[in-house]
T-cell receptor, first 115, second 110 residues
C-alpha cells in the first residue's frame, strides 16, 4: 500500500542534542512538507520541498534543517538551536504542488519531547 | 497577513447534525480545505472549496462564501467515530503553502 511513513512515533531529545525525524513516501509525489503542531495552535510549516535537491524555508524554519537527496525521503533535523522543540511533527506530501486544489497526504506523526 | 478562526471545541449527540464554522481573512484567496484528524494520527483530506456554494460528499458537506470570508463543514447523522479535530486551511494565490486554523475538537456523545 502506498503512503507516508514517519519514524519514530516517539522521540526524546536531551539538551544540546540534534535529532533527526524520518519521513519516507512511496506515493511518487514531487512535493514534501514538514509541519509542527502545538496544542491550541494550527499546523505551522517548517520546510517544504517541491523537487529533489531543492527546499524552501517555511514560516518557522529557525532551529531546523532538512535535506532532499531522494524523491522518497525528506528527513528533518531538530538542532540544538531550536529552544522549544517539544511538539507533534507531521510530514506531508502532494502530487503536484502547482495545482491549486492539490491536497496533502500526511504521515502519522512523531511526538518529540525534551528530557 | 492571514487569520483563520475556528471554534476550539464543540459537542454533539450521535445521530445529530453539527456545523463547524471557519472564518478567514487573506489576500489572494485560492481555495479552502477541510481535514479530519483523530488524536495522535495523521490529518486526512475531507473537502476542497474554491467557488461559492455547497459541496456534498455523503454525510459531510462543505460550504464557502468568498465575499464573507466564511466556510462551514456540515456533518450529518453523526457517529461516534466522527469525534476528532477538524482543521480548516486556506491557500493563497501564487503560493503552494496552506495556512491552517487551530482546529475544532468535536466530541460526539451517545
Amino acid at each position: 500500500d502506498g503512503g507516508i511513513t514517519q519514524s519514530p512515533k516517539y522521540l526524546f531529545r536531551k539538551e544540546g542534542q540534534n535529532v533527526t525525524l524520518s519521513c519516507e513516501q512511496n506515493l511518487n509525489h514531487d512535493a514534501m512538507y514538514w509541519y509542527r503542531q502545538d496544542p491550541g495552535q494550527g499546523l505551522r510549516l517548517i520546510y517544504y520541498s517541491q523537487i529533489v535537491n531543492d527546499f524552501q524555508k517555511g514560516d518557522i524554519a529557525e532551529g531546523y534543517s532538512v535535506s532532499r537527496e531522494k524523491k522518497e525521503s525528506f528527513p528533518l533535523t531538530v538542532t540544538s538551536a531550536q529552544k522549544n522543540p517539544t511538539a507533534f511533527y507531521l510530514c506531508a506530501s502532494s502530487i503536484d504542488p502547482g495545482q491549486y486544489n492539490e491536497k496533502l497526504f500526511f504521515g502519522s506523526g512523531t511526538q518529540l519531547s525534551v528530557l | 497577513g492571514q487569520n483563520i478562526d475556528q471554534p476550539t471545541e464543540m459537542t454533539a449527540t450521535e445521530g445529530a447534525i453539527v456545523q463547524i464554522n471557519c472564518t478567514y481573512q487573506t489576500s489572494g484567496f485560492n481555495g479552502l480545505f477541510w481535514y479530519q484528524q483523530h488524536a495522535g494520527e495523521a490529518p486526512t483530506f475531507l473537502s476542497y472549496n474554491v467557488l461559492d456554494g455547497l459541496e456534498e460528499k455523503g454525510r459531510f458537506s462543505s460550504f464557502l462564501s468568498r465575499s464573507k470570508g466564511y466556510s462551514y463543514l456540515l456533518l450529518k447523522e453523526l457517529q461516534m467515530k466522527d469525534s476528532a479535530s477538524y482543521l480548516c486551511a486556506v491557500r493563497r494565490f501564487g503560493t503552494d503553502k496552506l495556512i491552517f486554523g487551530t482546529g475544532t475538537r468535536l466530541q460526539v456523545f451517545p
